[in-house]
T-cell receptor, first 110, second 114 residues
């Protein structure tokens, strides 16, 4: 079946460092891909999405490109802030349900 | 404010005592679903509903029931809770079951079954 694999955390960075969180997927069809973020004590919020191959999603300085040839959707940000500390989930869907990765905790230190 | 509201936020109960977690959305969304979040597993779908009176099983439905009598509400029912249902539960809603549609999540219900 379909699945999503994310790099294990926690990822600990200093403020203004470059961020990459790897995400690869296995899919039988052509899903949409998402990154959701979960701040402490809150539900998940959509960070960005891409609906077809070569699409780039972007929001709040974060970017990810839907790479069909490498089945990847890596999350990047050029300069992280303390306020970016959260758990990040990569997910795919054909519509009925989101299939999530296990999540990557990001800790940004001042 | 557009939101998905779950209640309660925290619940400790004993094995076998029936409980209901409520979920309500104010966005007139057709599609609603329940997920559970467990360490190392991400979120897994329990049940979903495409519209009023239309519900179906997700990936981990055993031990759960749902109903969709009104568009805005989608309660999760545990008839006889067991310790392996200790988890963090999220309700989500979206305009439709289309693959391009954003899902909105509630704040979560942390359930402990002892």
């Amino acid at each position: 079946g379909d699945s999503v694999t994310q790099m294990e955390g926690p990822v600990t960075l200093s403020e203004e460092a470059f961020l990459t969180i790897n995400c690869t997927y296995t899919a039988t069809g052509y899903p949409s891909l998402f990154w959701y973020v979960q701040y402490p004590g809150e539900g998940l919020q959509l960070l960005l999405k891409a609906t077809k191959a070569d699409d780039k999603g972007s929001n709040k300085g974060f970017e990810a490109t839907y790479r069909k040839e490498t089945t990847s959707f890596h999350l990047e940000k050029g300069s992280v802030q303390v306020s970016d500390s959260a758990v990040y989930f990569c997910a795919l869907t054909y519509g009925r349900a989101l299939t999530f990765g296990s999540g990557t905790r990001l800790q940004v230190q001042p | 404010e557009a939101q998905v509201t779950q209640n309660p936020r925290y619940l400790i109960t004993v094995t076998g005592k029936k409980l209901t977690v409520t979920c309500s959305q104010n966005m007139n969304h057709e599609y609603m679903s329940w997920y559970r979040q467990d360490p190392g597993l991400g979120l897994r779908q329990i049940y979903y509903s495409m519209n009023v009176e239309v519900t179906d099983k997700g990936d981990v439905p055993e031990g759960y029931k749902v109903s969709r009598k009104e568009k805005r509400n989608f309660p999760l029912i545990l008839e006889s809770p067991s310790p392996n249902q200790t988890s963090l539960y999220f309700c989500a809603s979206s305009w439709s079951g289309n693959k391009n549609t954003e899902a909105f999540f509630g704040q979560g219900t942390r359930l402990t079954v002892v």
